[in-house]
Antibody, heavy 119, light 111 residues
Framework: QVQLVQSGVDVKKPGASVKVSCKAS????????ITWVRQAPGQGLEWMGW????????NYAQKLQGRVTMTADTYTSTAYMELRSLTSDDTAIYYC????????????WGQGTPVTVSS | QSVLTQPPSVSGAPGQRISISCTGN?????????VHWYQQLPGTAPKVLIH???NRPSGVPERFSGSKSGTSASLAITGLQAEDEADYYC???????????FGGGTKLTVL
């Protein structure tokens, strides 16, 4: 079965960077893309961007352009999301999800990675 | 302020039918982009209920259905059950933003 397993809880100081991993199994990793979504405490879902695991093409949310980098390692079937210059507004649960193309539905989700930004 | 507009909350008694609206504009739903719906139970990751406006993945009960017309879409739940109490989100693509957009979410309370 399709499974996405994310890295664990992380705590960062303002100004630092965080890198979250998402290891895929149960399907051909390079045949799909990975999208990243975050959810601040008590808030709704926010799309961060999408990466093609086939060729590494990315599509980032305008709000995060310049601060986020998404990569995909086909050898380990793992996707990564790095967010830089963290502020308290970046405190959230970060999810990865499988999506064929950027506008597609997300048919499998990781369990979520809580990231807290605090001094 | 979310690009797609959903009511913050809806409620219904067990067995009843409820619907949740998702209103967009000519850059997203009205441009023909598909609408997808997710259910998020407390403390868990979202799960897809409807994709491509009206399609139910295997394992999703027939009580859940989706529709789309013009710049809006709706999720309907019939035969409401206590286990349906959750947050529901719509999702589409926006050509002016060149990215995916979500509704703000709707909290369903089963009375």
């Amino acid at each position: 079965q399709v499974q996405l397993v994310q890295s664990g809880v992380d705590v960062k100081k303002p100004g630092a960077s965080v890198k979250v991993s998402c290891k895929a199994s149960g399907y051909v990793f390079s045949s799909f893309g990975i999208t990243w979504v975050r959810q601040a405490p008590g808030q709704g879902l926010e799309w961060m961007g999408w990466i093609s695991a086939h060729n590494g093409n990315t599509n980032y949310a305008q709000k995060l352009q310049g601060r986020v980098t998404m990569t995909a390692d086909t050898y380990t079937s793992t996707a990564y999301m790095e967010l830089r210059s963290l502020t308290s507004d970046d405190t959230a649960i970060y999810y990865c999800a499988r999506a064929l193309v950027v506008a597609d539905w997300f048919d499998a989700w990781g369990q979520g990675t809580p990231v807290t930004v605090s001094s | 302020q979310s690009v797609l507009t959903q009511p913050p909350s809806v409620s219904g008694a067990p067995g009843q039918r409820i619907s949740i609206s998702c209103t967009g504009n000519s850059s997203n739903i009205g441009a023909g982009y598909a609408v997808h719906w997710y259910q998020q139970l407390p403390g868990t990751a979202p799960k897809v209920l409807i994709h491509g406006n009206t399609n139910r993945p295997s394992g999703v009960p027939e009580r859940f259905s989706g529709s789309k017309s013009g710049t809006s879409a709706s999720l309907a739940i019939t035969g409401l059950q206590a286990e349906d109490e959750a947050d529901y989100y719509c999702q589409s693509y926006d050509s002016s933003l060149s990215g995916v957009v979500f509704g703000g979410g709707t909290k369903l309370t089963v009375l």
